[in-house]
């Protein structure tokens, strides 16, 4: 008998020493400050056997067919055990470790060392606490601080969610749990694979402590920190954060997910490709019930198909394809170009509204206008450009701008009456508008402007001047071929005024005039209807010699180098030649001479004053 006593006892005691080696070689976490005031004596309250040796080193106590140790407020449960005077237990069979109300430790073969208040769980061990259960083949206990430890593999079951690890801490009493080493979730709405996790059990919520890879049925999300709160289904994905869907990628230092607002937030170098569109900015907030985005940045850009937009803060809604802008933005749609403090454009409506100093341009056509505010159509190709200030027109001709500003402008597309499968783009000012162009300036209340075939009719007493020439009408119409003047009609109570000298005026006046030009220049002139004219006639060195004045039915003039070099009546005539020194010059007025050069503007500037 003593035999098989020393026989058994020298193998406890190997089991014992090679479970104290494992303890020494675990890898210690952090751990929550020690319970100084835990009993320092291992208590039996049940047994259903107990052989005692007191001969030994230290007292032994054999313990068999069921028993209950307690020390301090954990009680151990198991078939068998050993104890090695006060200090160490070895129990085997059916082992319980029992916490509280709730902590539920279940295992094959427990080493415990009452120095340490560590506890060594080894064969197939369990873990239950409420809805959680954890399975690992091995399991550090630390009953005063109440955690865990496995470095074996282990499994953690919470309701719908699977967490597995290499490595892991379970926290009792915050019921919080590290995973470390090929950390693998499953669960009903997403997968999870990292180097490592926090799982705060009682928040029901998930840390990212590292990389992290995130698999939904709708997209994969990459982020190296932030967490996911699974009852209140918010999220938040942090350092070098990647969403990659179906149709969509997206990347921020920060993605936060707001499931029951149904809302996304992003912050931080963020970019977005969807199908055609891109967008940039350092903040999104995305709605997933009504399609709304609001993008800023400096600036915030968007770009799909068709537009491009840049400005402090973007609107998009990707359900009704509007887009809208706060704070100073460019907006491009093919060739256009808008730029304005506020702008909103719907693509389903092609209806567009824009305010603040808006400049919009057409780069194919060459033209733009600048405006307090601006209306668009899309649909039906028609602009209304107003403000307080007032609005301006400009387009290329000649190798030079020419500015229309006026209270009002609209432009419209419309069909040829001609050509059908053409359009022509009209233009029309009204209420006070002035026109400048560097060698022709001009004035109406209103005027409308072809802009296919560079046709402009002026109404409202209108007057143009064309270098120390002045034209005036009931209404004036004026044609550019080859972005050069090409011809000026005028139409009722027409009258042309050339300035020579002082008092001195050329005048010509009827009831229908047609001055053609080359080079900017006059070059042919027919009068029609009550023709009637005053010209100052000149020797070979260009002196004044005379006045002639002449009424006629029909003139027609041809000019060189400014001046008058042939001269047609047609029909019955009254001519008459007055020498320079008998002509009363500032009495040799036309009827409806008005010389109206103090109206002329000389600058862009004299435009919009």
């Excluded at 999300?221 to 994905?237: H, M, N, R, V």
């Excluded at 800023?296 to 359900?319: C, H, M, Q």
């Amino acid at each position: 008998m003593r035999s098989i006593f020393t026989l058994k006892f020298f193998l406890v005691i190997c089991l014992f020493i090679t479970g104290t080696m494992l303890a020494n070689g675990q890898t210690q976490p952090n751990p929550l400050p020690t319970d100084t005031s835990r009993a320092q004596f291992i208590i039996i309250d049940h047994f259903g056997k107990l052989i005692e040796d007191k001969e030994g080193i230290e007292p032994v106590k054999w313990i068999s067919q069921g028993l209950q140790l307690r020390i301090d407020s954990t009680n151990i449960y198991a078939d068998s055990a050993v104890i090695f005077g006060e200090n160490r237990v070895y129990a085997y069979g059916n082992v319980v470790i029992q916490q509280g109300d709730s902590l539920n430790v279940f295992t094959d073969t427990l080493y415990y060392y009452k120095d340490t208040d560590i506890a060594e769980l080894v064969g197939e061990v369990a873990l239950n606490q409420g809805s959680k259960q954890l399975w690992t083949k091995d399991l550090t206990y630390h009953l005063g601080e109440q955690y865990g430890e496995y470095s074996q593999g282990g499994i953690l079951v919470d309701n719908e969610m699977q967490v597995s690890s290499k490595r892991g801490i379970y926290y009792a009493a915050s019921e919080e749990v590290v995973f470390r080493d090929s950390v693998v979730v499953l669960h009903p709405e997403f997968n999870l694979a990292a180097d490592s996790m926090r799982y705060l059990a009682a928040l029901s919520k998930v840390l990212f402590t590292g990389p992290t890879n995130i698999y939904t049925p709708e997209a994969k999300i990459y982020c190296e920190s932030g967490y996911y709160d699974l009852k209140e289904e918010t999220a938040e994905f942090n350092q070098n954060a990647q969403y990659a869907g179906d149709q969509k990628k997206a990347t921020a230092d920060t993605i936060r997910y707001m499931a029951g607002a149904g809302e996304i937030l992003m912050l931080g170098n963020v970019h977005v490709e969807e199908l055609d569109k891109v967008i940039d900015g350092t903040k999104l907030r995305y709605l997933e019930k009504t399609g709304e985005t609001w993008i800023t940045g400096e600036p915030a850009r968007y770009t799909d198909l068709t537009r491009k937009v840049n400005s402090p803060e973007i609107f998009y809604n990707e359900k009704t394809n509007q887009v809208s802008t706060v704070g100073r933005g460019e907006m491009r749609d093919g060739g256009m170009i808008m730029v304005a403090d506020h702008s909103t454009f719907d693509q389903v409506t092609g209806i567009g509204k824009f305010s603040g100093d808006v400049i919009w341009r057409d780069t194919v056509s060459n033209v733009g206008i600048i405006t307090e505010n601006m209306d668009m159509s899309q649909e039906t190709e028609y602009v209304l450009a107003y403000g307080e200030r007032r609005s301006l027109f400009f387009t290329i001709i000649e190798a030079d701008t020419l500015f229309i500003a006026a209270d009002t402008l609209s432009m419209q597309n419309k069909i040829d009456s001609i050509d059908l499968t053409d359009t022509a783009r009209l233009i029309t000012a009204y209420h006070d508008v002035r026109l400048f162009k560097s060698d022709m300036q001009g004035k109406s209340d209103s005027l409308v402007f072809n802009d296919t075939d560079s046709l402009f009719h002026f109404f409202g007493d209108p007057v143009l001047w064309s270098d120390t020439t002045q034209f005036s009408a009931d209404s004036i119409q004026m044609s550019i071929k080859n972005k050069r003047l090409h011809d000026i009609v005028l139409t009722q109570k027409a009258i042309i005024i050339s300035e020579l000298y002082s008092t001195y005026y050329d005048q010509i006046k009827g009831r229908i005039i047609l001055a053609q030009f080359d080079s900017s220049a006059i070059k042919d002139m027919w009068v029609t209807g009550n023709a009637e004219s005053v010209y100052y006639t000149r020797d070979e060195q260009s002196a004044f010699i005379g006045v002639n004045k002449t009424i006629c039915s029909k003139m027609y003039f041809t000019f060189l180098s400014g001046q008058i070099h042939l001269l047609k009546y047609y029909g019955e005539n009254s001519s008459s030649m007055m020498p320079m020194g008998e002509a009363k010059h500032d009495t040799l007025r036309l009827e409806g001479f008005r010389w109206r050069v103090d109206e002329r503007p000389l600058s862009v500037k004299d435009l919009l004053e």
